[in-house]
């Protein structure tokens, strides 16, 4: 796995959060009768509902946590992980971009709600935790709780890089 899918795999978690409706989904609160359905055989009303609940799993991710995960990633290019930080920080807030998060993300996928949630959860954590000074091997690696999601899901973990690989630039 590439280092760029990683990274492509966490921002569309932050992604989820910045683009999020409020109004759906109960904050991450699924009930138990959805949590051993795997995730490609989800009803569309079901699917609304995993999606306001994933968006709530990541919805503790403040704007300075995304502002210091966005300078570490920065560094991939040689930029300060903390002027870019402080930039970050100090832009007004973009207007949220229309919901993506549809039955056509989970087409193919067997892992089920409760292993979603997991690793949302967990790239939650992780996510919070990332400071300039963490390196950034933390940022490009996947918690392990998203293990299934890579394993059951095509494509979870595919970013468009990869699709051009041998392609002259």
């Known amino acids: ?17 910045a683009c999020g409706d409020d ?14 359905k795997q995730l ?11 999606c306001g609940d994933l968006r709530g799993q ?10 210091e995960v966005t300078g570490v990633a920065s560094s991939i290019f040689g930029m300060d992980c903390e002027t870019t930080k402080q930039e970050c920080i100090s832009a007004p807030e973009e207007p949220a971009e229309p ?6 993300n989970f087409a193919g996928c067997t892992a089920t709600v409760a292993e979603a949630k997991a690793c949302f959860a967990a790239m939650s ?8 000074e963490s390196p ?3 940022l490009m690696a996947p918690p392990a709780e998203c293990a299934a999601l890579e ?3 095509p494509g979870a973990f595919e970013d468009d890089e990869e699709e051009t690989e041998g392609e002259a630039p």
Do not use: W
């Not at 590439?2 to 921002?11: A, C, P, S, V």
């Not at 109004?23 to 051993?36: A, K, M, P």
């Open 40 to 50: 490609g055989s989800l009803t569309a009303g079901e699917v609304d509902e995993v």
């Open 23 to 36: 109004e759906v989904g109960n904050g991450g609160e699924t009930g138990n009768e959805l949590d051993g």
């Open 58 to 67: 990541l919805e503790s991710i403040s704007k300075e946590d995304m502002c």
């Open 125 to 132: 954590s992780t996510l919070k935790a990332i400071t300039c």
């Open 99 to 104: 919901d993506t998060c549809d039955a056509s």
């Open 136 to 138: 950034l091997s933390d």
């Open 151 to 153: 394993k059951k899901c």
């Open 1 to 17: 796995m590439t280092r760029m899918k990683l990274l492509g795999f966490l921002m569309a978690g932050l992604a989820l959060v």
